[in-house]
């Protein structure tokens, strides 16, 4: 089984910068890919940004595109999210997920395990 336990979230001004963490733990972690997802009020969750642990290979929305950027510290076992030029549309409550054995997936469905989330809240 693996835990994943996100930090990092709060609240900013429009233009600012936060960075998100996602702490896996329970497995080796060789063959899992990791991904970010949100959710914001009233809407469904989507993808945000995924890393393949084995070629660290990433994947982003579009809509993050040049703001943000996945990383992963292997001997931490730890993802990160860093997220520039925030918009009050990026408000969301942002989840760490992974998918067990094959690629980076951007289908909700598709990933394995799941964080409880972290709330990111961007001021007009």
């Known amino acids: 089984q693996v835990q994943l336990v996100e930090s990092g979230g709060g609240l900013v001004q429009a233009g600012g910068s936060l960075r998100l963490s996602c702490a896996a733990s329970g497995r080796s972690f060789g063959s899992l890919a990791m991904g970010w997802f949100r959710q914001a009020p009233g809407k469904e969750r989507e993808f945000v940004a995924g890393?393949?642990?084995?070629?660290?290979?990433?994947y982003y929305a579009d809509s993050v595109k040049g703001r943000f950027t996945i990383s992963r510290d292997n001997r931490k076992n730890t993802v990160y999210l860093q997220m520039n030029s925030l918009t009050p549309e990026d408000t969301a409550v942002y989840y760490c997920?992974?998918?067990?054995?094959?690629?980076?997936?951007?289908?909700?469905?598709?990933?394995?395990?799941w964080g409880k989330g972290t709330l990111v809240t961007v001021s007009s």
């Open positions: 890393i393949n642990w084995s070629d660290s290979t990433t």
């Open positions: 997920a992974a998918r067990s054995g094959g690629g980076m997936r951007r289908e909700v469905d598709a990933m394995d395990h």
